[in-house]
T-cell receptor, first 112, second 112 residues
Framework: DAKTTQPPSMDCAEGRAANLPCNHS???????VYWYRQIHSQGPQYIIH???NNETNEMASLIITEDRKSSTLILPHATLRDTAVYYC?????????????FGGGTRVLVKP | ETGVTQTPRHLVMGMTNKKSLKCEQHLGHNAMYWYKQSAKKPLELMFVYNFKEQTENNSVPSRFSPECPNSSHLFLHLHTLQPEDSALYLCASSQPPNTEAFFGQGTRLTVV
């Protein structure tokens, strides 16, 4: 599986957009970019995934560069409840979930 | 509420005890997983079940014994654990061939 690189931590202000970067320079052509988050002492929560087009859902937007070597998760209006560890994962789309390999993620702290 | 329910949420057990963790999913998925998350470490995949058959065992010690009686239920039987086995144990499910996994809230296990 391709590896990802994320900053270990970042702060953002409540009500502002939070932009979380992820590098995945060795991503394969059949691998998607997945984002999960884990609020303290809870199970990871699926956020969004994409292949090469930008994606948006009710939680976030995902921007993938044209060369697919990096991506950015955008939380449009961060709230205190968005404080969590955010994981960027690359994995084949059509595979069992065992292809999800979690790294260290980015610890995001939303401040008032 | 993710549709994946784990019980108990917290468990304290002695090293000579036998206990079981339970996971139930109401999503109609056919793949289920056990993950372990130790303090300050990434999630580690332990076991994978696809259509009730174990398809992956990531070198997990035999003191952890999984059981999948049907596609909706997954158990992790524990016996003669060590203090270093104390961790958050997470269950997840997905619907093959899709990769998105949905996690339960986890069982916080303390071995004394």
């Amino acid at each position: 599986d391709a590896k990802t690189t994320q900053p270990p931590s970042m702060d953002c202000a409540e009500g502002r957009a939070a932009n979380l970067p992820c590098n995945h320079s060795t991503i394969s052509g059949n691998e998607y970019v997945y984002w999960y988050r884990q609020i303290h002492s809870q199970g990871p929560q699926y956020i969004i995934h994409g292949l090469k087009n930008n994606e948006t859902n009710e939680m976030a937007s995902l921007i993938i560069t044209e060369d697919r070597k990096s991506s950015t998760l955008i939380l449009p209006h961060a709230t205190l409840r968005d404080t969590a560890v955010y994981y960027c994962i690359v994995a084949p789309r059509e595979a069992a979930g065992n292809k999800l390999t979690f790294g260290g993620g980015t610890r995001v702290l939303v401040k008032p | 509420e993710t549709g994946v329910t784990q019980t108990p949420r917290h468990l304290v057990m002695g090293m000579t005890n036998k206990k079981s963790l339970k996971c139930e999913q109401h999503l109609g998925h056919n793949a289920m997983y056990w993950y372990k998350q130790s303090a300050k470490k990434p999630l580690e995949l332990m076991f994978v079940y696809n259509f009730k058959e174990q398809t992956e065992n990531n070198s997990v010690p035999s003191r952890f014994s999984p059981e999948c009686p049907n596609s909706s239920h997954l158990f992790l039987h524990l016996h003669t654990l060590q203090p270093e086995d104390s961790a958050l144990y997470l269950c997840a499910s997905s619907q093959p061939p899709n990769t998105e996994a949905f996690f339960g809230q986890g069982t916080r296990l303390t071995v004394v």
